[in-house]
């Protein structure tokens, strides 16, 4: 099984993906977790370079391509043979993220973004993605709890791009049928819940 999770800066995947982690193993299952940007060794320098604040000068085509790159990696070296030993693969961020945050957010073309992650992720496509929505208000309160220091350039960008970026979102929630929408703004524990629901019932299917 392979599990993504999506969904704006701060809106709780991390924490989600590691409870689902422990559920898992706990039921005696082998479980495999990575984050994006990185997740091998050559996709983890590419994850420095990409969210690295003294590349301000980097151009969103660079941006797309690099994250594409780091997950093309990803992909060949660690989920397809990861799923072919019957690893339950549990992905934080994974294409959904560059079509929202390229696409959407950077303004680059659509269809271009989508051709490029479906050449990338080929056979590797998510059975379950869950994004946690969270309204941009919350997105700026919970951002505001972390001092300027600690968020990197993406996060560090204007809030009207995350509005855009939330907007990819709701676009791939309404086309992709692999969607699970989840109210980012209960707490841990409903959540964690409704995912564990949602990944009983795909069990069983
Ligand atoms: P990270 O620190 O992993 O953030 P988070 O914990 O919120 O996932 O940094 C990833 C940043 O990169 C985040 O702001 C989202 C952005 N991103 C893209 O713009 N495109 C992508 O394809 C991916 C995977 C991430």
């Keep these: 099984m392979f599990i993504t999770f999506e969904g704006l800066d701060f809106c709780g995947k991390s924490t989600q993906v590691q409870l689902l982690e422990k559920y898992f193993t706990s039921k005696g299952g082998n479980v495999k977790i990575i984050r994006e940007p990185g997740g091998t060794p050559i996709s983890e320098k590419i994850r420095d370079i990409l969210l690295d604040k003294k590349n301000s000068e980097m151009s969103i085509e660079t941006e797309l391509i690099l994250f594409s790159a780091s997950r093309s990696q990803l992909v060949n070296e660690i989920i397809l043979p990861g799923l072919r030993k019957g690893t339950i693969v549990i992905s934080d961020r994974f294409h959904d993220s560059s079509i929202a945050y390229q696409g959407f957010g950077r303004k680059i073309s659509l269809h271009f973004v989508e051709e490029l992650q479906s050449f990338v992720i080929g056979k590797a496509i998510p059975d379950i993605t869950f994004f946690l929505d969270i309204p941009i208000k919350e997105v700026i309160a919970r951002k505001s ?41 209960l707490s841990i524990e409903e959540i964690h819940k409704i995912i564990i629901n949602k990944v009983e019932e795909l069990e069983k299917a």
Excluded: H, N, Q
């Design 145 to 185: 709890k972390v001092s300027k220091v600690d968020l990197d350039r993406i996060e560090s960008s204007k809030m009207d791009f995350y509005k855009r970026v939330r907007d990819g979102y709701l676009y791939l929630a309404d086309k992709e049928k692999r969607f699970c929408t989840i109210d980012g703004t």
